[in-house]
C-alpha cells in the first residue's frame, strides 16, 4: 500500500468515525412526544479524587472562653440528650486552673493561652457543673437530657 493509499484509508476512516459520532449522539431536539423522567446525575471521579483521600468531617465542640477567670458571656448551659457524644473546649488567653466536670469526674489542667477538650458519652442524665476547681466557679451547665 503506497502512501497516498494510507492517507485515503485513514480520511475515509476518520469520516466514517464523524457519520457514527453524529448519528449516535443525542440531538437538540426532543423527537418524542412522551416526557422522560430526570435521572440522578452520578459524580464523576477524576484522577486526584482517586489519589486523595477526603478528611472526615471534624466534630464539633461547644467552646467556652474563659476572661480574668470568668465565662465571657456568663456561664454557658449546653443541652445534651442521654447516650450522645458531648463535646466541650475550654479556651483562656489569660487564665491556669483546673477544669473539671462534677458528676463525670472528668478533669482537665488549663494553662493560660492553651485550651483542653472534654469529650465523652453523656450515659449520666442530669444536671452538671462544670468548673474553674482552683477558683470554684462555674463556667458552663451540662444538661443531660432523656431520649
Known amino acids: 500500500m503506497n502512501r497516498g493509499q494510507r492517507i485515503g484509508l485513514l480520511v475515509a476512516a476518520l ?46 465542640f461547644t467552646v467556652i472562653r474563659v476572661r480574668n477567670g ?32 462534677h458528676g463525670y469526674d472528668l478533669k482537665r489542667d488549663l494553662n493560660a493561652g492553651a485550651r483542653v477538650r472534654f469529650s465523652f458519652k453523656a450515659d449520666a442524665e442530669g444536671i452538671f457543673e462544670l468548673e474553674l476547681e482552683g477558683s470554684g466557679t462555674q463556667i458552663a451547665r451540662i444538661e443531660v437530657q432523656p431520649r
Do not use: N, W, Y
Open 15 to 60: 469520516a466514517a468515525l464523524a457519520v457514527v459520532f453524529f448519528v449516535l449522539s443525542p440531538g437538540d431536539k426532543d423527537d418524542t412526544a412522551s416526557t422522560t423522567t430526570p435521572q440522578a446525575s452520578t459524580p464523576t471521579m477524576t484522577a486526584t479524587d482517586a489519589t486523595t483521600p477526603v478528611a472526615p468531617p471534624r466534630p464539633q
Open 70 to 101: 470568668k465565662t465571657v458571656g456568663g456561664v454557658r448551659t449546653i443541652k445534651v440528650t442521654s447516650g450522645d457524644r458531648a463535646r466541650i473546649e475550654v479556651r483562656s488567653a489569660d487564665t491556669s486552673d483546673e477544669v473539671h466536670l
